[in-house]
Nanobody
């Protein structure tokens, strides 16, 4: 079955960086787009970034453009989110997402807290 396991969250000061990782299994990873979503306190879940199966195209939410970079390693079935210049408003639980055969799959989430 499809499994997504995130890691890399934590507490970071404003202006700092974190790198999230998502290990995927149970499907042919290289042919499916992968995404990162986040849900901040009291907010709805929002799409942060998406990368195509081959890794040739990416899309970002306006709020993270120029600060976050999504990438993938199809040999290792992993997807990453490099987050730089973090802001307090980036505080959220970050979720890895795969849309496989018209069904969304989610990881358990990893908490990112941006605070002094």
């Amino acid at each position: 079955q499809v499994q997504l396991v995130e890691s890399g969250g934590g507490l970071v000061q404003p202006g700092g960086s974190l790198r999230l990782s998502c290990a995927a299994s149970g499907f042919t990873f290289s042919i499916y787009a992968m995404s990162w979503y986040r849900q901040g306190p009291g907010k709805e879940r929002e799409l942060v970034a998406t990368i195509t199966g081959a890794g040739t195209r990416t899309n970002y939410a306006d709020s993270v453009k120029g600060r976050f970079t999504i990438s993938r390693d199809n040999a290792k079935n992993t997807v990453h989110l490099q987050m730089n210049s973090l802001k307090p408003e980036d505080t959220a639980v970050y979720y890895c997402n795969a849309l496989v055969q018209a069904r969304h799959y989610w990881g358990q989430g990893t908490l990112v807290t941006v605070s002094l």
